[in-house]
């Protein structure tokens, strides 16, 4: 089925940059999710008529505005704030005895011991064993944190010090890309209406799930966004906003004349507000975000999307077999 293109407003100057939004749901049988040429895309959507009604059909679809303004960028790494435990300090204190972190618990364990045993040499010939030349305060703290009950209490106040946290920094992983868009869409024209029609229903019938079965549901296709330079440049990718990789719509928002109760003859709204908001289909990662910025990247992952697609389709054949059956053994049971 042929790609269909919208654009709002439909008279947009080509002198000026534009977004572009790419939908192309899954199909059984496709091999790739290769990107179509911008050029020829963006030159059919400066040509393409406003006649005709809304079509409740169409499938693949290329949506182009005007670049808005406020396109904003969240790109995050977390972190998350911990202390060493007793043992890793232990560790890090001992003087190149090769301890494992196996033998500093028993280093620990047998102090302990002699604590509660009363016996004061042997306890001092542990500390010395895991500390040697620290076996001042550092084995008092030690001894203090792995000391059981009132006892490890009594010798941290008795010797007015506590182990010391280590607080340090650990990394997490990189959050999600969130982006958002906002767009008002006031018709100058009943045709243009009809073409406002087609684009928030394109938006709100693409952010729901379709049924492949009696009890399968298959995933929202996915949407690639494109922020390309005046189309009679070229239509190339603008080189000075960063890339995005392919997402899902996961909320479309639709306000019918919120500032003006105004109609049309046609009964159309006067003017539609759009917010759009979308989420990359995975973390990127630093080798994902160099990968994204290359030339005429191929954002659908080399051929993962046709994979997605083939699994997809099998899976719903193996679905649909399955049901098949069962509508057969049940007609068998009722057969006599």
């Not at 030159?43 to 303004?69: K, R």
């Not at 301890?99 to 001092?124: E, P």
């Not at 697609?309 to 193996?318: A, D, E, M, T, Y």
């Amino acid at each position: 089925m042929a790609t269909r293109i919208r654009k709002f407003p439909t008279n947009i100057p080509p002198d000026r940059p534009v977004i572009q939004f790419s939908c192309k749901p899954y199909k059984t049988g496709e091999t790739d999710g290769a990107t179509r040429d911008l050029g020829q895309t963006v030159a059919n959507a400066q040509q393409t008529s406003l006649g005709g009604a809304a079509s409740s059909g169409f499938e693949d679809i290329d949506i182009f505005f005007p670049c808005p303004g406020n396109i904003s960028f969240s790109d995050t790494a977390n972190y998350q704030t911990g202390s060493a435990d007793m043992v890793s300090t232990l560790l890090q204190k001992m003087t190149g005895t090769g301890d494992t972190l196996s033998a500093a618990g028993n280093i620990l364990a047998g102090g302990v011991d002699a604590l509660t045993g009363g016996d004061i040499d042997i306890l001092k010939g542990q500390m010395k064993k895991g500390f040697g030349d620290y076996s001042g305060a550092d084995a008092a703290d030690a001894l203090g944190a792995a000391a059981p009950g009132d006892a490890g209490q009594e010798i941290q106040f008795e010797t007015k010090t506590i182990m010391d946290p280590r607080i340090n920094t650990r990394f997490t992983g990189n959050g999600m890309r969130n982006f958002s868009f906002n767009f008002k869409m006031i018709a100058t024209s009943e045709q243009e209406s009809i073409i406002v029609k087609d684009i928030y229903n394109a938006f709100r019938r693409y952010s729901y799930a379709k049924r492949i079965g009696a009890i399968a549901l298959s995933y929202p296709p996915l949407w690639t966004i494109r922020f390309l330079i005046a189309p009679e440049n070229g239509a190339k990718e603008n080189p000075f906003i960063p890339k995005i990789g392919q997402c899902y719509l996961n909320n479309v928002g639709t306000t019918f004349n919120s500032t003006n109760n105004s109609w049309r003859t046609n009964n159309a709204p006067l003017e539609v507000d759009l917010t759009l908001a979308f989420q990359e289909t995975q973390v990127q990662t630093r080798d994902d975000i160099s990968e994204l910025e290359k030339d005429n990247v191929d954002r659908t992952g080399g051929g993962k999307v046709g994979f997605l697609n083939s699994l997809q389709g099998n899976f719903k054949k193996s679905v649909n077999k399955k049901l098949d059956s069962l509508k057969n053994e049940v007609r068998d049971i009722f057969r006599f």
